[in-house]
């Protein structure tokens, strides 16, 4: 699926609409992402805060959709886990940004490419109007060689 697609759907997507949360930029060869989300009703918390489960899915599927698409076919990519670090109360609109460099990805397939399970952390932060860091939340990524490279 071409990149702007993805992000007309992932904007258009129930889930998303609801919580808020907006895909602002997805590049399209799919080295970079950002996504914004902006304080309302549906995701504020008791306190007048975004809610922590909000500012974890706006940044949920990005690592994952990227790497599936730089990596190729040939590997399994799957969302294996995250660690969240909440800095600061977040309030008003906010935003994380995603990258993934070539050398990075020519690193992961030689890795995982002796078909043995490989994971990679991935960190981003979320970062307010101001630019301060407000939570800071690292997806675990599972990568993989479909199949094994056979015995010499």
């Known amino acids: 699926m071409r990149a702007r697609w993805l992000k007309l759907a992932m904007n258009l997507w129930p889930p998303y609409r609801g919580a808020g949360i907006r895909v602002t930029e997805f590049a399209d060869d799919y080295r970079s992402a ?27 599927p990005f690592y994952f959709l990227m790497l599936s698409h730089l990596m190729g076919r040939a590997y399994r990519i799957a969302h294996a886990g995250a660690r969240l670090e909440f800095l600061a109360p977040a309030t008003g609109t906010v935003t ?57």
């Not at 950002?34 to 949920?60: C, Q």
């Not at 960190?123 to 990568?143: N, S």
């Open 34 to 60: 950002e996504v914004r989300l902006r304080m309302g009703r549906l995701n504020r918390n008791y306190i007048g805060t975004h809610f922590g489960g909000s500012l974890y899915g706006m940044t949920d």
């Open 96 to 152: 994380a940004r995603f990258e993934v460099s070539e050398e990075r990805v020519k690193a992961l397939q030689a890795r995982a490419g002796n078909g043995e399970r490989h994971l990679e952390e991935f960190p981003v932060e979320v970062k307010d109007g101001k630019g301060e860091v407000v939570a800071r939340i690292v997806h675990i990524i599972y990568i993989r060689l479909k199949e094994a490279p056979a015995s010499q």
